[in-house]
Each structure stands twice: as structure tokens, then as C-alpha cells.
């Protein structure tokens, strides 16, 4: 088994100083959203989608709201403006960014998860949805990055009462889409959804994340995982260090450094059966810097945010993260940048 080496690593990226993000224009609902879709095109960000418990709380017996609508934000100080609507009401899919737009594979309805992807263009003020080749199965709370030309899909279920999480690893060029997604050997640890993905040092990496499996009620349960993998094309998989402690749901994809990627926060799995709910106090503000050159993992300065199941992507030169979940059934409308 490897052995952590948890040491103190400076990661060349104003991401890991707490003072270096700033709040932008918060999303225009005050509940927010968990599981949106986000990216860029033509230099507005754009967010679409997602889920939350607008009346009650699901301990109180409150019902899921799905969405389907698509915001754009022009500038980072300016407002949200509703721009259009998914082909339905989804979330917790993978969103990537492409020259083309923000691309949006698989997710879940209220009722079934998803097969299908499409692309948002947003393009001289106005937005464009164009379908793309369809996953190889439904989908949701997968992970995923972009390396170079390819982004990479891997884990998640395939409905929303699985009792057990997928190996799946699927591949889509960029340069080539219409060839559709390719199956790839899935890495030698356990199925997982939730999991934390990157791509940085000509690698994906996929760690964390939760397995599942049937408690006595025949209901999905969560094992927590704590272990880590990198694929290189050409190469294979090999395992990297243990992460210093689960990581279920960060922002997806992990920002890139220069030396490997960020885990901005996740759950941990600590609170998983706290009571009562309405005290929860939410995830950790932990992050964790994974150097590939020294397969390394090292703690930074605290987050100023903790939300979990929310997107992340790159806009005019700063990470951005969107909204998501601030602690269980509680979302967020808060969007934050760092450099």
C-alpha cells in the first residue's frame, strides 16, 4: 500500500490563499441550486439546470424541484439573466467547457437519469442548444475532466435508486465528436460516484468519492473511499497516494496547477448521520493540493466556502465555482473566483 507523504507544498496558485477568492453576482434565487451545469462561451459564463427543496426540507417531507433554466452572467459585477431552457429539467450531470461551448453530458431528471448530452453556445445574445453524441448508458453524479483534445467521464449510477456505483470509463474527442464516446478500461480500485476528477501533468485523475451498496432496508448507502488513481493515455492507470481523508462531491472538475490539482473541499463523510439536520454544520472548508511530480498531497489555507455537488470552470483567467450544496438539503445562490 502506498503511504501518504502530508506535507506542507506550495502549489504556485493564488487558489490556495482564502483572501484570494472573491464572491461574484450571486445566482437571482435564494435558495440556489445544487448540481448545475456551468461553463463559458464567448466569454460569459453560463449556468443551467440543477435542483432544490424550495418549500421544505427533505427531513420535513419536502419534495426535490428540478430546473431547466439557463442563466447567463456578462460580466463578473453584472447581473444573471435568464436565457433559455434545457430540453428538461436536470442536474448533477458533468459539464465541460469546449471551443464550442459548454458541453453537458448525462444528469438526472426527477424520474430517470440521462443518456443524452447538448452543448450551450451563448452567441451574439442569444443561446444555442445543439445535441451531441449520447453517453453509452444513462448517468448522474459522475466525475469527469478535459485533457488536451479528450474529456474523460468516469463513475456515477445509472438510475436514481442504484444500489451499487459504476467502473464506467468513457473518453470523447473533441476533435472528432461525431465519432461518438469510447469505453476505456476502468481503474483497478471500486466503483464510485461523487468522485473527485482532474486532469493536469498529461493525466486524469480520479479519487475519493463514495461507493454504494444496500442497507437493511434495501436503500442506497454510502461507503466512503479514500483512494486515488491517474490515467495516462498510452499508459494505463496506476494508483497514486491516499488523499489524507474522503473527498465526496467536490467541485467537479478540480482546477489544474501547475504541478498537479486542487480538491476544494467535498464531505468527508464526519456529519453523515448528524442530528438534528437543522444544525448540520455543513462540509469542510478544507483544501488539498495533489502534487504529481512527488505523489503528494498537501493542506492549504481553508476555503471560504464548503458547498459540495456544484460545478467549476475557468473564466477570464480565475476559477470560478457555482453554487451548490451548503450542507444536506440546504443549497447555496453564492458564486466564487479566485485567479
Not at 442569444?126 to 453517453?135: E, G, H, R
Not at 438510475?159 to 472528432?176: E, I, R
Not at 475557468?314 to 479566485?338: D, F, M, N
Request: proline share 9%.
Amino acid at each position: 500500500m502506498m503511504r501518504i507523504l502530508f506535507c506542507w507544498l506550495a502549489v504556485g496558485t493564488a487558489l490556495a490563499q482564502e483572501t484570494a477568492w472573491k464572491p461574484l453576482t450571486p445566482l437571482p434565487d435564494h435558495e440556489g441550486f445544487a448540481g448545475m451545469f456551468a461553463g463559458v462561451s464567448h466569454d460569459a459564463l453560463i449556468a443551467a439546470g440543477g435542483a432544490n427543496f424550495p418549500d421544505k426540507k427533505p427531513w420535513e417531507g419536502g419534495a426535490k424541484a428540478w430546473y431547466d433554466t439557463v442563466w447567463c452572467l456578462d460580466e463578473p459585477q453584472s447581473q444573471w439573466h435568464a436565457v433559455g431552457k434545457l430540453p428538461s429539467a436536470r442536474g448533477y450531470g458533468l459539464s465541460i467547457t469546449t471551443d464550442e461551448g459548454v458541453l453537458c453530458i448525462g444528469g438526472a431528471e426527477a424520474a430517470q437519469h440521462l443518456s443524452e448530452c447538448v452543448r450551450l453556445s451563448w452567441r451574439d445574445g442569444a443561446l444555442q442548444i445543439d445535441s451531441v453524441p449520447a453517453l453509452p448508458q444513462p448517468c448522474a453524479n459522475m466525475t469527469g475532466a478535459r485533457l488536451g483534445d479528450t474529456i474523460y467521464v468516469a463513475g456515477g449510477i445509472a438510475t436514481p435508486t442504484s444500489t451499487s456505483a459504476m467502473s464506467t470509463f468513457w473518453a470523447l474527442d473533441l476533435k472528432d465528436v461525431k465519432a461518438g464516446w469510447k469505453s476505456l478500461p476502468a481503474w483497478p480500485g471500486r466503483p464510485r460516484m461523487l468522485a473527485i476528477g482532474a486532469a493536469s501533468a498529461g493525466s486524469f485523475f480520479i479519487a475519493g468519492g463514495t461507493d454504494l451498496h444496500a442497507d437493511e432496508a434495501g436503500k442506497p448507502a454510502r461507503t466512503y473511499l479514500k483512494d486515488g488513481y491517474r490515467f495516462t493515455p498510452g499508459k494505463g492507470w496506476q494508483a497514486i497516494a491516499d488523499p489524507p481523508h474522503a473527498s465526496v462531491a467536490p467541485p467537479t472538475p478540480s482546477p489544474s496547477t501547475a504541478s498537479g490539482f486542487l480538491v476544494l473541499g467535498g464531505d468527508d463523510g464526519a456529519n453523515v448521520n448528524f442530528e438534528p439536520k437543522t444544525l448540520h454544520p455543513g462540509f469542510p472548508h478544507t483544501l488539498l493540493a495533489y502534487d504529481a511530480a512527488n505523489n503528494a498531497w498537501s493542506k492549504q489555507a481553508d476555503l471560504p466556502f464548503a458547498n459540495v455537488t456544484n460545478p467549476t470552470t475557468t473564466w477570464r483567467g480565475r476559477t470560478t465555482v457555482v453554487s451548490g450544496e451548503a450542507r444536506p438539503g440546504v443549497r447555496s445562490p453564492a458564486v466564487w473566483s479566485a485567479p
